[in-house]
């Protein structure tokens, strides 16, 4: 179609008449809302405002989803006690799950294999990622959150993140689920999930939520969807390469007999699409999940995390400015050698993964180091040619938020 | 702000702009459904900004907070696989027109709803309001150029879109 049909039906557009019934129903609900803003009593801290509206159309039996009636339509106005229905619905959901002993949850996400659990990429494939939380008969909780290149296990003593194939990092006590921006592993709190999404509503701007009902086969659902917007900047470089650094909604799905969680699905706006970047495929409830879930099986070379400390001749490293220690990162690695190496890598040793992959590389240009306003380190842009032959430009991450106080490689490998 | 202030000056602007609300609101959803819900956005953006409606850009605060809701409302109904139920369609209203001449209004109207904002603006004013590009310059506060710019780049960027939707 070309510009010419479009400026016709736009002018068509643009001369139609309005229906007589369309002055009305404007009218009505222009003053349903004006009646509601009057008729509280709490000036300043109501405050969320239900909308029943009635469907004026007969017709939306087309798809397998029925909006049998547009039901409640809640904004938070402010940040204040949210009232009525909306947080019936949520605590009914929340006493549904209250006697939940596990949680089985599959799911897919935008990402990379053995990347940073919460990365993102509007066109990267998707990546099956699958979740279990269980407590036993004795009331330990375990949990297990495991994507093909990375697993996250917590087995009630300690906290393994595993990056296959032998890299690890090794908390010697229970963290809780979203630790290691595992930020799909918080899904299995379904409990506090629900609560956690009404307390951000009501305290945190930019955020609005809406309740309806919907029939799909027969039965009825609830979904609960959440609008959220970033304050990270359009030209921000972490811009959408995490799920909370974008334009994004989240809509739930519950059952509204079993009030249980069903599904969740997380879009994020661009400028043309909403792109679909997480979906839950399945969730059971108090099934058996076998001992072998929660046991992790590692390989002997073992290579593990070790947080930098502090050198005999440290302030030279720490008074390294980013640009340089990109270079002397980088240079280490073109020489092979493997003990300035690890001065920048956050490891007990270096992998043979690692030796193989930036060994005897070659330097083609180090850029001017940039920052993001989501990241206390810095990004160093890079070109190097490997020993393989392939050209790799990408952004190195480096930060010194560590006890030595000097750079480390953070990422961008 | 007092809540009594702020609900004396949304009611100002409810009462000002009603006929502006039903005119854009309507041209843009064609719908219903969705234009009660685009009205109902609409309203609350308008309560939620009312400190910044009290003042000479309120006309423009207004116009983007409309065109905000449109875009949610269409978000919302199309359906996150991005195709028209047909039910969604006001087919009734015009039961001697062509099913796919409807169906191409409605593809126009949903390509507007994710228009950046000044290119949504602009083909608004000039289409469906049928604004000269003299009133559409001082609304934007720019060129006469600019403003046909505008315009310009929002029939190329329904053009691509309209495509995409094929």
């Known amino acids: 179609m070309g510009k010419e049909n479009i400026e016709e039906i736009l002018k068509n557009i643009g001369s139609e008449e309005i229906p007589a019934d369309v002055h009305k129903i404007a009218q009505e609900t222009s003053n349903n809302f004006s009646s509601s803003l009057k008729q509280t009593r709490q000036p300043k801290r109501l405050i969320v405002w239900e909308y029943i509206m009635k469907s004026r159309i007969t017709k939306l039996a087309a798809a397998a989803v029925i909006i049998i009636a547009v039901l409640i339509s809640m904004n938070i106005l402010d940040k204040t006690i949210p009232t009525a229905s909306a947080t019936v619905v949520l605590q009914n959901a929340v006493n549904a799950v209250s006697d939940l002993w596990s949680v089985h949850m599959k799911a897919r996400m935008r990402t990379l294999p053995s990347d940073n659990f919460s990365n993102i990429g509007l066109n990267y494939d998707f990546v099956d990622i699958e979740m279990w939380k269980g407590t036993n008969e004795n009331g330990l909780v375990q949990w297990r959150v495991?994507?093909?290149?990375?697993?996250?296990?917590?087995?009630?003593?300690?906290t393994i993140m595993l990056i296959r194939p032998n890299y690890g990092v090794l908390e010697e006590r229970p963290l809780p689920l979203g630790c290691f921006d595992s930020w799909s592993g918080r899904l299995l709190n379904v409990q506090g999930l629900l609560d956690d999404e009404l307390q951000k509503a009501k305290n945190i701007p930019d955020r609005a939520i809406s309740l309806w009902r919907e029939k799909v086969e027969e039965r009825d659902k609830i979904v609960l969807e959440v609008d959220i917007t970033t304050d990270v900047p359009e030209d921000d470089y972490l811009r959408n390469k995490f799920i909370q650094d974008s334009d994004h909604v989240k809509v739930y799905r519950f059952d509204a007999q079993t009030e249980l969680l069903e599904g969740l699905q997380v879009y994020v706006h661009t400028a043309g699409e909403d792109v679909l970047i997480f979906e839950v495929t399945d969730i059971e409830y108090n099934i058996e999940i076998d001992d072998g879930v929660f046991a992790l099986e590692l390989p002997e070379n073992m290579v593990w995390h070790k947080e930098p400390e502090i050198l005999p001749d440290n302030e030279k490293y720490g008074q390294m400015e980013p640009k340089e220690v990109a270079q002397a990162f980088f240079q280490a690695c073109a020489d092979e050698d493997w003990d300035e190496f690890l001065k920048f890598w956050m490891a007990s040793e270096a992998e043979q993964r690692i030796k193989d992959y930036l060994g005897g590389l070659e330097i083609i240009s180090i850029g001017e180091p940039f920052k993001s306003s989501q990241y206390s380190g810095w990004f160093i842009p890079y070109e190097i040619k490997l020993r393989s032959g392939d050209i790799k430009k990408?952004?190195?991450?480096?930060?010194?938020?560590?006890?030595?106080?000097r750079y480390n490689v953070d990422g961008g490998i | 702000m007092k809540q009594?202030?702020?609900?004396?000056?949304?009611?100002k602007l409810r009462a000002e702009y009603s006929v502006f609300l039903l005119s854009v609101l309507w041209r843009l959803t064609g719908d219903r459904e969705l234009f009660t819900e685009a009205m109902q956005y609409t309203l609350m953006g308008m309560w939620e900004h009312i400190e910044k409606l009290n003042g000479r850009k309120a006309g423009a605060y207004i116009y983007r907070i409309a065109l905000t809701a449109n875009s949610r409302a269409w978000r919302n109904r199309i359906g996150r696989n991005g195709k028209f139920a047909r039910s969604q369609i006001d087919i009734d209203q015009d039961p001697g027109e062509k099913l796919d001449r409807v169906e191409l209004t409605a593809k126009v109207r949903k390509a507007i709803s994710r228009l950046p904002d000044k290119q949504g603006r602009a083909i608004v004013m000039r289409y469906l309001e049928q604004h000269d590009y003299e009133t559409i310059s001082e609304k934007l506060c720019c060129t006469k150029t600019s403003a046909r710019s505008h315009v310009s780049k929002a029939l190329a960027a329904l053009k691509d879109k309209l495509a995409t939707f094929a």
Request: avoid cysteine; charge should be negative.
């Open chain 1, 146 to 158: 495991e994507k093909p290149g990375r697993v996250l296990l917590m087995d009630g003593q300690s």
């Open chain 2, 4 to 11: 009594s202030e702020r609900l004396e000056i949304f009611e």
């Open chain 1, 394 to 405: 990408y952004n190195l991450a480096i930060r010194n938020d560590n006890p030595a106080h």
